[in-house]
């Protein structure tokens, strides 16, 4: 895969880099490969990075990655929104315990 950095600016505001970045593949290219290689190039850790979105359009092998790097897994912890899910499993592991 051959990607390429679009946007890149610091947000001081929210403890965060936000990304945009172009990727050639023959495939939709998965969450874990887009962390992969935003791990190599950034010098940073999975848990830190959230992915927006991947969008590509039909019949074309670019796709267009939104990103969020985070300082901390703590930092994006508190600044991404939670969805239900997440809430629910959380819901479930305290009351286990």
Known sequence: ??????KEKENQLFGRKEIQISVEAQVTPSRNEIK???VQKFST?????????????????????NANI??????????EPKNKKSEEKNAESQNDS
């Open 45 to 65: 850790q999975a848990e830190n990075i959230s992915i927006k979105g991947i969008h590509g359009k039909f019949g074309s092998k670019t796709f267009m990655i």
């Open 1 to 6: 895969m051959e990607f390429e950095i679009i």
């Open 70 to 79: 985070y300082s901390s897994k703590e930092e994006k912890e508190n600044m």
């Open 36 to 38: 992969n290689l935003i």
